[in-house]
């Protein structure tokens, strides 16, 4: 993780809009957007329609904020990728 913070670091100037990006399976969907509950999600299925990609961009203070979000996802869906 300390790499990706750091890329993150030299890539923005703290507080940043940031665009998360997920990919889930369709039944964890909406597990996924209560991650996101005041922000504007894009979602677009996959073409076989078992997963879910999700696109949401908001301000964000801090690479270890961007960091923990990515964290308590994986923690509460464990299948989900972040791009």
Request: glycine letters at 2%; charged letters at 25%; aromatic letters at 12%.
């Amino acid at each position: 993780m300390q790499s990706l913070k750091d890329a993150l670091d030299q890539e923005y100037n703290w507080p940043a809009q940031y665009t998360f990006k997920f990919v889930v399976p369709i039944s964890r969907k909406d597990d996924l957007a209560n991650f996101f509950p005041q922000q504007l999600i894009s979602w677009k299925e996959s073409r076989t329609g078992k997963y879910s990609s999700l696109t949401c961009t908001q301000t964000m203070m801090s690479s270890e904020e961007v960091l923990a979000i990515y964290e308590e996802v994986k923690s509460h869906i464990p299948e989900a990728i972040g791009l």
